[in-house]
Protein backbone atom coordinates (compact mmCIF):
# COMPACT_ATOMS: atom_id res chain seq x y z
CA UNK A 1 0.00 0.00 0.00
CA UNK A 2 1.63 3.60 -1.31
CA UNK A 3 -0.79 5.33 0.74
CA UNK A 4 -1.74 7.21 -2.27
CA UNK A 5 -5.54 6.87 -2.58
CA UNK A 6 -7.20 7.27 -5.93
CA UNK A 7 -11.41 6.87 -6.33
CA UNK A 8 -13.10 5.65 -7.92
CA UNK A 9 -11.41 2.27 -9.09
CA UNK A 10 -13.38 1.67 -12.03
CA UNK A 11 -16.14 4.23 -14.01
CA UNK A 12 -17.96 3.68 -17.16
CA UNK A 13 -19.76 6.66 -18.91
CA UNK A 14 -20.88 7.87 -22.18
CA UNK A 15 -18.94 10.10 -25.01
CA UNK A 16 -19.41 13.54 -23.86
CA UNK A 17 -20.13 13.01 -20.53
CA UNK A 18 -17.94 14.76 -18.00
CA UNK A 19 -16.46 13.11 -15.04
CA UNK A 20 -14.21 13.74 -12.03
CA UNK A 21 -11.14 11.50 -10.63
CA UNK A 22 -10.11 12.14 -6.70
CA UNK A 23 -6.53 11.62 -5.32
CA UNK A 24 -5.30 11.73 -1.68
CA UNK A 25 -1.84 11.93 -1.46
CA UNK A 26 0.21 10.35 1.21
CA UNK A 27 0.44 12.08 4.25
CA UNK A 28 2.42 15.11 4.39
CA UNK A 29 3.12 15.09 0.76
CA UNK A 30 2.91 18.26 -0.83
CA UNK A 31 3.06 16.96 -4.41
CA UNK A 32 0.64 15.44 -6.65
CA UNK A 33 1.33 14.17 -9.92
CA UNK A 34 -1.44 12.61 -13.04
CA UNK A 35 -0.55 10.42 -15.06
CA UNK A 36 -2.51 8.42 -18.14
CA UNK A 37 -1.92 5.05 -18.99
CA UNK A 38 -3.60 3.85 -22.23
CA UNK A 39 -2.79 0.77 -24.16
CA UNK A 40 -1.05 2.47 -26.90
CA UNK A 41 0.54 5.55 -25.46
CA UNK A 42 2.31 3.76 -22.27
CA UNK A 43 2.41 6.13 -19.14
CA UNK A 44 2.13 9.77 -19.93
CA UNK A 45 2.79 12.86 -17.32
CA UNK A 46 -0.59 14.22 -17.60
CA UNK A 47 0.29 17.72 -15.07
CA UNK A 48 1.91 18.31 -11.49
CA UNK A 49 0.70 20.52 -8.20
CA UNK A 50 2.62 21.45 -5.24
CA UNK A 51 1.02 22.75 -2.57
CA UNK A 52 -1.93 23.80 -4.49
CA UNK A 53 0.23 25.51 -7.55
CA UNK A 54 0.25 24.16 -10.76
CA UNK A 55 3.81 23.30 -11.19
CA UNK A 56 4.35 21.33 -14.52
CA UNK A 57 2.27 20.21 -17.31
CA UNK A 58 2.67 17.61 -19.62
CA UNK A 59 0.61 16.13 -22.42
CA UNK A 60 -2.72 17.00 -21.17
CA UNK A 61 -5.97 18.10 -23.22
CA UNK A 62 -7.49 20.91 -23.18
CA UNK A 63 -10.75 19.26 -22.06
CA UNK A 64 -9.02 17.93 -18.82
CA UNK A 65 -8.21 20.03 -15.90
CA UNK A 66 -6.96 19.47 -12.08
CA UNK A 67 -6.66 21.33 -9.35
CA UNK A 68 -4.99 21.17 -5.79
CA UNK A 69 -7.10 21.60 -2.50
CA UNK A 70 -6.12 23.24 0.59
CA UNK A 71 -6.38 20.01 2.37
CA UNK A 72 -3.78 18.73 -0.35
CA UNK A 73 -6.43 16.44 -2.21
CA UNK A 74 -6.69 16.91 -6.22
CA UNK A 75 -9.27 16.36 -8.39
CA UNK A 76 -8.59 15.28 -12.17
CA UNK A 77 -11.60 16.82 -14.56
CA UNK A 78 -12.10 15.26 -17.42
CA UNK A 79 -14.76 16.59 -19.87
CA UNK A 80 -16.16 16.15 -23.55
CA UNK A 81 -15.43 13.09 -23.28
CA UNK A 82 -14.23 10.85 -26.13
CA UNK A 83 -13.73 7.21 -26.40
CA UNK A 84 -9.41 7.35 -26.68
CA UNK A 85 -9.90 9.26 -23.14
CA UNK A 86 -10.20 5.64 -21.92
CA UNK A 87 -7.26 4.89 -19.67
CA UNK A 88 -6.12 3.93 -16.06
CA UNK A 89 -5.47 6.99 -14.80
CA UNK A 90 -2.57 7.25 -12.11
CA UNK A 91 -2.31 10.00 -9.15
CA UNK A 92 1.44 9.99 -7.33
CA UNK A 93 2.76 12.15 -4.88
CA UNK A 94 5.96 13.01 -3.47
CA UNK A 95 6.64 15.03 0.00
CA UNK A 96 8.01 18.55 -0.78
CA UNK A 97 11.86 20.05 -0.33
CA UNK A 98 13.40 16.60 0.76
CA UNK A 99 11.65 14.03 -0.69
CA UNK A 100 12.91 12.38 -3.47
CA UNK A 101 10.68 9.39 -3.95
CA UNK A 102 7.10 9.52 -5.96
CA UNK A 103 4.72 6.70 -4.67
CA UNK A 104 1.47 5.71 -7.32
CA UNK A 105 -1.88 5.00 -6.34
CA UNK A 106 -3.61 1.88 -7.61
CA UNK A 107 -5.47 3.91 -10.04
CA UNK A 108 -8.94 4.89 -11.99
CA UNK A 109 -10.43 3.02 -14.67
CA UNK A 110 -11.97 5.10 -17.15
CA UNK A 111 -14.50 3.52 -19.78
CA UNK A 112 -15.53 5.98 -22.10
CA UNK A 113 -18.63 4.22 -24.53
CA UNK B 1 16.05 14.31 -18.72
CA UNK B 2 18.38 11.63 -19.96
CA UNK B 3 17.08 9.08 -22.34
CA UNK B 4 17.55 5.56 -20.91
CA UNK B 5 17.54 2.03 -23.04
CA UNK B 6 16.43 -1.31 -22.27
CA UNK B 7 15.61 -4.46 -23.36
CA UNK B 8 12.15 -4.28 -24.26
CA UNK B 9 12.04 -8.45 -22.64
CA UNK B 10 14.09 -10.81 -20.68
CA UNK B 11 13.33 -14.29 -19.11
CA UNK B 12 14.54 -15.50 -15.89
CA UNK B 13 13.98 -19.17 -13.59
CA UNK B 14 12.38 -18.96 -10.38
CA UNK B 15 14.42 -18.35 -7.41
CA UNK B 16 17.30 -17.23 -9.74
CA UNK B 17 18.60 -13.75 -9.78
CA UNK B 18 17.40 -11.64 -12.19
CA UNK B 19 19.61 -8.96 -13.78
CA UNK B 20 17.70 -5.72 -15.76
CA UNK B 21 20.48 -3.44 -17.64
CA UNK B 22 19.86 0.06 -18.45
CA UNK B 23 21.68 2.48 -20.31
CA UNK B 24 21.45 6.19 -19.86
CA UNK B 25 24.66 7.27 -21.40
CA UNK B 26 23.63 11.32 -20.98
CA UNK B 27 23.05 11.36 -18.08
CA UNK B 28 24.34 14.32 -16.19
CA UNK B 29 25.92 14.64 -12.79
CA UNK B 30 22.81 15.71 -10.93
CA UNK B 31 20.64 13.04 -12.32
CA UNK B 32 19.46 9.93 -10.28
CA UNK B 33 18.58 6.69 -11.69
CA UNK B 34 15.53 5.13 -10.67
CA UNK B 35 13.87 1.71 -10.80
CA UNK B 36 9.79 1.28 -10.63
CA UNK B 37 7.95 -1.71 -12.03
CA UNK B 38 4.59 -2.31 -13.17
CA UNK B 39 2.44 -5.25 -12.49
CA UNK B 40 -0.35 -5.95 -14.14
CA UNK B 41 -2.46 -2.49 -14.53
CA UNK B 42 -1.42 -2.09 -10.92
CA UNK B 43 0.15 1.48 -9.93
CA UNK B 44 4.00 1.77 -10.69
CA UNK B 45 5.64 0.57 -7.53
CA UNK B 46 9.23 2.29 -6.78
CA UNK B 47 12.39 -0.08 -6.42
CA UNK B 48 15.17 1.67 -5.92
CA UNK B 49 17.33 4.74 -7.05
CA UNK B 50 20.72 5.95 -6.94
CA UNK B 51 22.62 8.96 -8.01
CA UNK B 52 26.75 7.09 -8.34
CA UNK B 53 27.00 4.72 -5.77
CA UNK B 54 25.36 0.97 -5.52
CA UNK B 55 22.51 0.69 -3.42
CA UNK B 56 20.61 -2.13 -1.87
CA UNK B 57 17.37 -2.44 -0.23
CA UNK B 58 14.91 -5.36 1.37
CA UNK B 59 13.68 -5.68 -2.89
CA UNK B 60 16.35 -4.99 -5.12
CA UNK B 61 20.33 -4.11 -5.28
CA UNK B 62 20.93 -1.15 -7.83
CA UNK B 63 24.60 -0.79 -9.06
CA UNK B 64 25.78 2.05 -11.64
CA UNK B 65 28.50 2.13 -13.12
CA UNK B 66 31.45 4.22 -12.43
CA UNK B 67 30.94 6.36 -15.66
CA UNK B 68 27.11 6.42 -14.70
CA UNK B 69 26.71 5.50 -18.44
CA UNK B 70 25.02 2.39 -17.64
CA UNK B 71 23.38 0.34 -14.47
CA UNK B 72 21.70 -2.66 -13.26
CA UNK B 73 18.89 -3.86 -10.99
CA UNK B 74 19.71 -6.87 -9.59
CA UNK B 75 16.50 -9.12 -8.28
CA UNK B 76 18.56 -11.32 -6.04
CA UNK B 77 16.10 -14.74 -5.89
CA UNK B 78 13.28 -13.95 -8.34
CA UNK B 79 9.59 -14.99 -7.85
CA UNK B 80 6.81 -15.37 -9.80
CA UNK B 81 5.63 -12.47 -8.25
CA UNK B 82 8.24 -10.34 -9.58
CA UNK B 83 6.78 -11.14 -12.76
CA UNK B 84 6.13 -7.56 -13.84
CA UNK B 85 7.24 -4.36 -16.43
CA UNK B 86 10.17 -2.79 -14.95
CA UNK B 87 11.04 0.99 -15.75
CA UNK B 88 14.28 2.81 -15.25
CA UNK B 89 14.30 6.33 -15.61
CA UNK B 90 16.73 8.73 -15.09
CA UNK B 91 15.79 12.01 -13.28
CA UNK B 92 16.61 15.21 -12.55
CA UNK B 93 15.79 16.88 -9.03
CA UNK B 94 16.15 20.26 -9.17
CA UNK B 95 14.76 22.78 -6.21
CA UNK B 96 13.84 26.58 -7.40
CA UNK B 97 13.30 28.69 -4.19
CA UNK B 98 13.12 25.74 -2.18
CA UNK B 99 10.63 23.76 -3.71
CA UNK B 100 11.49 20.91 -5.77
CA UNK B 101 10.61 19.63 -9.27
CA UNK B 102 11.23 16.49 -11.19
CA UNK B 103 8.55 14.24 -12.44
CA UNK B 104 9.22 10.76 -13.53
CA UNK B 105 9.27 10.31 -17.13
CA UNK B 106 8.51 6.97 -18.69
CA UNK B 107 9.68 4.53 -21.39
CA UNK B 108 8.90 1.21 -22.97
CA UNK B 109 10.44 -0.91 -19.98
CA UNK B 110 11.33 -4.35 -19.84
CA UNK B 111 8.96 -6.86 -19.42
CA UNK B 112 10.45 -9.11 -17.21
CA UNK B 113 8.88 -12.82 -17.00
CA UNK B 114 9.82 -15.06 -14.05
CA UNK B 115 8.83 -18.57 -14.85
CA UNK B 116 8.82 -22.20 -12.79
Given amino acids: DSGVTQTPKHLIT ?18 VYWYQQSLDQGLQFLIQYYNGEERAKGNILE ?16 SSLEL ?17 TIYFGEGSWLTVV | DAKTTQPP ?18 ISGNEYVYWYRQIHSQGPQYIIHGLKNNETN ?17 LPHATLRDT ?17 YGKLTFGQGTILTVHP
Fill in chain 1, 14 to 31: ATGQRVTLRCSPRSGDLS
Fill in chain 1, 63 to 78: RFSAQQFPDLHSELNL
Fill in chain 1, 84 to 100: GDSALYFCASRTGNSGN
Fill in chain 2, 9 to 26: SMDCAEGRAANLPCNHST
Fill in chain 2, 58 to 74: EMASLIITEDRKSSTLI
Fill in chain 2, 84 to 100: AVYYCIVRLFTFAGGTS
